[in-house]
């Protein structure tokens, strides 16, 4: 049920284009189940996974890592979608998205006890698995929200502010890997508490509109399957913007996936968690500082693909200085250079992508599958990063890979052709 301009007003206000500017508690309340749902995402990949990979079988960490968030990540690329496309048809009291993220926050904190007592492969792919499902109820519910309640024209400004969420959760994620001191049942604890409380503030009072029963389409099974392909010959720059996003994603996450490791055997860093900490708070602050500002700045002049090449240059010549400087400053450096870039394209590229979307009655469903382009990297990223390591046989390979997959993701940007 595409809007068009001449019924927009005869629709529900849950399928209208937003004209009427958020409350800032509705926004704070946005930014904290971001910061949840990433504190639970990040302290695990950051850290707690690669310990426990490490006290299971030390000799094959990497590839038990690798395993088990490749594994992870295919959930989340079938979940997210799915679950976005089920909030799109939800007719519940509360709403269509606050179901998914209360059951999302739930389910999640049970994943998460049941990861603080794995102690073989098998139990850390199914918490680690079920954790991703749950999470990504939870995600693409709360990611709809912003083309579900913002005017376009804030979207830059409300992206920096949800980028703010992502970043001080990764940033958190990494301070529970720091503080544990090898607990790792502690960490996961501490993981499934933050995105409990993390929810609350939003479900209180969540802004989030009904869809009336007459509006929501009888159940096909073939069209309901057939509505997560969407034609990239027919909307191309959806298609375009997907396909860079996801380019960037592989290669942010293979600058990280194996920083732990990095600061281990490469570097010898005396205390590698503490390392992953401030390298994370380095990174953080720039993201933070960033996404503020250009966000924002995107926003007055109107444009955005301009913003989204030169953050994703500058986010590729990150990967570069940790290639070329391998030592812990370096490193700061680098990681310094990747929020500043990382930041600005997490905010101007979001509202980009919310600009292209195919229509207003699957915003959730079409924005998870925006959402692949996130968690696919995530299995592409550790696979690449496993062939540089063990097969080209460095971190230096590993790094200049991720460079150049980074430029060839700001080179695509151009072919989104409507936005500015």
């Known amino acids: 049920m595409a809007i068009n301009d001449g019924v927009a007003n005869a629709l529900p206000e849950a399928l209208q284009n937003p004209t009427r500017n958020v409350s800032r508690r509705w926004v704070t309340s946005v930014v904290l189940v971001n910061l949840g749902i990433n504190i639970v995402i990040f302290a695990p990949i950051n850290v707690l996974l690669g310990l426990q990979a490490t006290s299971i079988d030390a000799g094959n960490k990497e590839a038990i890592l690798s395993l088990v968030t490749a594994c992870g990540a295919a959930v989340a690329l079938v979940s997210n979608p799915l679950f976005g496309a089920l909030s799109d048809r939800t007719v519940s009291k509360m709403g269509r998205r606050s179901p998914w993220i209360l059951a999302g926050a739930i389910l999640g904190a049970a994943s998460l006890l049941l990861l603080s007592g794995a102690t073989t492969v098998a139990l850390m792919l199914i918490g680690w698995c079920a954790l991703q499902a749950s999470i990504n109820a939870a995600y693409s519910a709360i990611t709809a929200t912003i083309p579900d309640r913002v005017p376009q024209a804030k979207r830059g400004s ?16 990494a301070v529970v890997g720091f503080l544990i001191s090898g607990n790792l049942a502690v960490g996961y604890i501490i993981c499934a508490v933050a995105l409990v409380i993390s929810v609350i503030p939003y479900l209180i009072k969540p802004n989030d509109p009904r869809l009336p029963k007459e509006f929501r389409t009888p159940f096909n099974l073939g069209q309901f399957l ?16 997907w396909l860079t996003r996801l380019i960037m994603n592989v290669g942010n996450q293979m600058t990280i996936v194996y920083l732990l490791f990095y600061l281990t055997d490469v570097i010898h860093h005396p205390d590698p968690a503490g390392g992953v900490l401030v390298l994370t708070g380095v990174y953080a602050v720039m ?18 693909k301009i913003y989204v090449i030169f953050s994703s240059m500058v986010v590729s010549s990150s990967a570069l200085i940790i290639a070329i400087f391998q030592t812990f400053p370096g490193a700061i450096v680098g990681a310094a250079v990747l929020g500043f870039g990382f930041g ?39 696979a690449l990063a496993f062939f540089a390591v063990t097969i080209l046989g460095s971190y230096t390979a590993l790094f200049a890979v991720a460079a150049g997959i980074g430029l060839i993701g700001a080179f695509l940007v151009r072919n989104i052709r409507s936005v500015p």
Do not use: C, E
């Open 226 to 241: 057939k509505g997560f392909w969407i034609n990239p010959a027919k909307h191309q720059d959806f298609g375009w913007a």
């Open 344 to 382: 600005a394209y997490l905010a101007v590229d979001f509202a980009l992508l919310t600009m292209v979307l195919p229509s207003a009655d699957a915003r959730a469903k079409d924005m998870g599958v925006i959402n692949i382009a996130n968690s696919l990297p995530q299995v592409i990223a550790p």
């Open 158 to 173: 409300i992206g920096g502010l949800a980028a703010m969420g992502q970043t001080v959760g990764i940033l958190l994620g």
């Open 287 to 304: 993201v933070i500082i960033s996404a503020v500002i250009f966000g924002p700045m995107s926003d007055k002049s109107g444009k955005r």
